[in-house]
């Protein structure tokens, strides 16, 4: 045991690094298709002995190789893509959960490197989970993020995209490129979100598993895969393409008490197909060690003859000799985590190390699997063998040192707006430990509370979007009183209370959200609001100027200090908010033009006519912006200059009386009455009980008789 655990602390401890400093092998495949399907277990893929008909990812193993146990390392699907497409361990990237912030720009990407080869790169993803936000649209000349799937609640449908959509999507960018540049090389990245949570599959897949819609939705996406690997075929492009197809993590399905994934790190969640297909493939080849996805990577690398870079250095080794027949991979040390516990809950989190056949999983309780034996996970062993079990956890150990030593830069806020979709999707959020009645405890023992909390947040976001406020503010009260105490569960009560019109009780919640998380600058922000809807001025005015503390370069919250300021008539502070906010926001058009109102009231003409102009050279699309320069310019006697900045208005938006309104105004005090009446009648005919257009009109009967 010993010589085995110091052959696994060599690539643990960085002393080895796989896949690099090599020479690439002989160029192989020209292009590269990448597909990862959300959330697909693995024994649910024929080839792995699942019982769901996936005849065309069994194809493509036949036609290529298969992974017989492939492994993600966190289940979730931010971190498991950052970890395919960079070759690196969670640790050594940072990116350990669905709301960390974005892969940082010094650890390269497949997509980068692909790109400085020459490929043209196209990424369709079908989850807000990998918006561009992730940073994972680093090298892709095609980043398409779109959001319009069937969610079972309407803000579900700018969250996800439907797999049919994006397939087509993708096959048109194929097609586009095939047309327009034949001699290029291709890179596609195609993700799809079914089978994730909510199970939704369409004819005739629903009728055909009714009563099993996972699998259900597994048939359809497996269709899907049959779509584009038809159309690369269709368009000559089969026999130089590598295609690779993996998901990102498993599901419970009930297992072990967990319905969906993201809490445990059992197989069911962890274990993930990977098949492989195209030129320095090996047809029929079976893999029998663990595949990691860290070795994707390299492994594609290799296989499109491109090295892979130097620094930093690689946790993943590349499968291409195995791929190619020549010789078996050996098997490696998987690294494996879940820090949801940890993170949102408080309670412990879950570090997991595998080799071949044993799997130790360390917890307050520590388990050890022979997964051999006990695929299910059903036994633990730690007790009944107890050396083996400290073996692992030594090896554990090196994993969790060298975690120490790394010092990933991946810092910075969370966008408020992603943690809101993340939650009614049903991932919890929060960049900080969650305090819970039970700190540090075992997460075996805490997934009634996970379930019921999780549960509890979705269906209180889904709620609250619906403006339901009583039903979402029983939601996250429940949560509470559970003894479990969040981030987001004190700010979306305090947002429901708002709406609530209780905003003395939601301001104790919003000073709790600042406190857990001070770079929130919504929290900031609905602090704000709760204090001025109490009459708090002062305190409201305090708890933006509280929030530049963390967030220094938050152009918002200085904005709505200087709106405040503003409806206060404290006109130099306003000012002053104003023009510190503006470097902080350079394409925000309507900052300027509200400056330039200020400066218009302060009699300031030239100056504010200048801010205004900014405006619109900043943000030439906004009719706000039109309509504000000319009034100033029309009230300062520069009709000719109004009258076209308020026809532009006009132009950007006619759905607003007052546009319509101002130019038949400018055009009446040039003297153009005639010209002027069409857009009188206009904003009337917009907004009957507009006096300013009924009175103009009138004035304009007896001018025009005569």
Avoid at 242 to 261: I, K, N, R, Y
Avoid at 356 to 376: H, T, V
Avoid at 576 to 583: D, G, K, N, S
């Amino acid at each position: 045991m010993r010589t085995r655990i110091a052959r696994w602390l060599l690539p643990v401890l960085g002393l080895v690094a796989s896949g690099c400093g090599r020479a690439p092998s002989p160029p192989g495949a020209r292009h590269l298709v990448l597909v990862t399907i959300d959330t697909l277990r693995a024994d649910r893929v024929g080839v792995y002995g699942g019982a769901v008909a996936t005849p065309r990812l069994d194809r493509i193993a036949r036609e290529g190789a298969w992974a017989a146990e492939a492994s993600a390392h966190v289940p979730l699907t931010r971190p498991s893509h950052v970890s395919l497409f960079t070759g690196r361990l969670p640790a050594e990237t940072g990116v350990r959960d669905n709301i960390s912030p974005a892969v940082v720009p010094d650890t390269p990407l497949l997509a980068e490197i692909l790109k400085r080869a020459g490929f043209q790169s196209a990424a369709f993803v079908s989850s807000v989970v990998l918006e561009a936000s992730s940073g994972l649209n680093r090298g892709f000349d095609t980043y398409s993020a779109s959001f319009e799937g069937t969610g079972d609640a309407q803000f579900l449908s700018s969250l996800q995209r439907r797999g049919d959509l994006t397939v087509a999507d993708a096959i048109a960018w194929l097609e586009e490129r095939r047309r327009d540049t034949p001699a290029a090389r291709l890179h596609l990245w195609l993700h799809l979100y079914e089978p994730h949570d909510p199970y939704e599959p369409p004819e005739p897949y629903a009728t055909r598993y009714a009563g099993r819609l996972y699998d259900g939705e597994v048939a359809y996406t497996d269709e899907l895969v049959g779509r584009l690997d038809d159309a690369v075929a269709r368009l000559g492009l089969r026999d130089e393409t590598l295609l690779l197809v993996t998901s990102d993590h498993g599901e419970g399905l009930g297992e072990h008490g967990e319905a969906l994934h993201g809490f445990f790190a059992y197989q069911t969640t962890l274990r993930v197909p990977l098949l492989v297909r195209g030129p320095g493939v090996r047809a029929g080849t079976r893999l029998t060690s663990t595949a990691r996805l860290v070795d994707v990577f390299p492994t594609v690398l290799d296989l499109l003859g491109l090295p892979a870079p130097e620094q930093p250095r690689l946790s993943g080794a590349s499968l291409a000799t195995a791929l190619r027949g020549e010789a078996p991979a050996a098997e490696p040390v998987t690294y494996a985590e879940s820090l949801v516990p940890l993170l949102h809950f408080g309670w412990s989190d879950l570090r997991v190390v595998r080799e071949g056949r044993w799997k130790y999983i360390q917890a307050p309780r520590s388990e050890l699997f022979d997964l051999e034996s006990d695929p299910g996970e059903r036994t633990n062993l730690a007790a009944t063998q107890p050396a083996r079990a400290e073996a692992m956890r030594r090896v554990l150990a090196g994993f969790l040192d060298a975690e120490r030593r790394a010092a990933p830069a991946n810092a910075g806020a969370v966008p408020p707006e992603l943690l809101e979709k993340l939650g009614a999707l049903g991932y919890v959020g929060g960049a900080a430990p969650a305090e819970t009645a039970t700190p540090g405890a075992d997460p075996k023992d805490r997934i009634e509370d996970f379930r019921f909390a999780n549960d509890a947040i979705r269906n209180g976001l889904l709620l609250l979007h619906a403006k339901d406020y009583a039903a979402s503010a029983a939601r996250f009260e429940a949560v509470l009183r559970r003894g479990i105490s969040s981030f987001e569960i004190h700010f979306y009560l305090a947002r429901a209370l708002v709406g609530l019109r209780r905003a003395r009780e939601a301001v104790p919640h919003f000073e709790e959200a600042t406190r857990r998380q001070p770079a929130h600058v919504s929290a900031w922000e609905g602090l704000a609001e709760g204090r001025a809807l109490t009459g708090d001025m002062p305190g409201a005015i305090e708890a933006l100027r509280q929030g530049q503390t963390p967030l220094p370069r938050e152009a918002r919250l200085r904005l709505a200090e200087a709106r405040l300021l503003l409806d206060l008539g404290r006109r130099p502070e306003a000012r002053r908010a104003f023009e510190a906010a503006l470097p902080l926001a350079p394409k925000n058009g309507r900052a300027r033009s509200q400056l330039g109102e200020l400066l218009r009231e302060m009699g300031e003409v030239e100056a504010a006519i200048a801010r205004q102009r900014e405006a619109v050279e900043v943000e030439p699309t906004s009719a706000y912006c039109w309509n504000s320069l000319g009034m100033t310019l029309g009230g300062n006697a520069r009709l000719a200059e109004a009258e076209q900045a308020f026809r532009e208005a006009w132009r950007l938006d006619d759905k607003d009386h007052r546009h319509a309104f101002n130019l038949g105004l400018a055009l009446v005090r040039q003297g153009r009455p005639q010209e002027a009446r069409p857009f009188l009648e206009k904003a009337l005919e917009i907004n009957p009980a507009f006096a300013p257009a009924r009175d103009e009109l009138r004035a304009l009967k007896p001018s025009a008789q005569r």
